[in-house]
């Protein structure tokens, strides 16, 4: 049972640290179901998701109306 923000992580940096939102949780959702055996919900996803942004870990931009892209945040090490 893997937390739901280590999915999203993880995902995202597969794909190359960026995507958009639907093909994100699209990927997520299956990966959910597969590991967790639970379904995702759009609106859970888009929690887990403005909690990743709120701690820094990705950003997220709208870039027109219904569509984002999610970045993932590189951190440096000092």
């Known amino acids: 049972m893997l937390p739901l923000t280590i999915l999203v992580m993880s995902e995202l940096k597969r794909m190359?640290?960026?995507?958009?939102?639907r093909d994100l949780f699209e990927n997520v959702r299956k990966?959910?179901?597969?590991?967790?055996?639970?379904?995702?919900s759009f609106s859970r996803f888009n929690k887990v998701l403005m909690s990743l942004?709120?701690?820094?870990?990705?950003?997220?931009?709208?870039?027109?109306?219904?569509?984002?892209?999610?970045?993932?945040?590189?951190?440096?090490?000092?």
């Open 16 to 21: 190359g640290g960026t995507a958009k939102d």
């Open 53 to 78: 942004e709120l701690k820094g870990f990705v950003r997220v931009e709208s870039i027109k109306r219904g569509y984002r892209m999610v970045y993932l945040v590189e951190r440096r090490k000092r």
């Open 31 to 40: 990966l959910c179901e597969a590991l967790n055996g639970e379904d995702l």
